[in-house]
């Protein structure tokens, strides 16, 4: 299992652990796909695996107004398709899609720096 160090993080969820099959978050402990920003955390996203992906499954995101999306496709990164990425490019969020241990690190990273980051985290 990787254990994260979290220093000065501010925000209210943050990432602790994860490995493959479950993601812990502050105290509890997920085995199924989330969307996690600073301040809100939405359990049991719809998508299962990577391919599961739809701008219907993103919309979730729409509200959470981040600027950056970071999308965890799982144990190894595989991209969404292209159109996906223009739509939430066209509403100012830049998009990073990679494996979900790396979108965890990542997640942890931006937001000590106080970024407004949302994880929609494939588990």
Wanted: glycine share 4%; net charge negative; with cysteine.
């Amino acid at each position: 299992m990787t254990s994260f160090s979290l220093d000065n993080n501010q925000a209210k969820y943050q990432i602790h652990a994860f490995k493959p099959g479950h993601i812990q978050v502050n105290d509890k402990i997920y085995h199924h796909s989330l969307i996690i920003c600073a301040q809100q955390l939405i359990e049991n996203w719809a998508p299962t695996q990577a391919s599961e992906i739809t701008a219907e499954a993103l919309a979730t995101i729409q509200p959470l107004a981040p600027t950056i999306l970071l999308i965890g496709t799982g144990e190894t990164q595989e991209f969404i398709p292209l159109e996906m990425y223009g739509e939430l490019l066209n509403q100012g969020i830049g998009v990073e899609v990679m494996s979900t241990a790396a979108a965890c690190r990542t997640y942890n990273a931006l937001t000590a720096d106080n970024r407004k980051v949302v994880a929609a985290l494939v588990i």
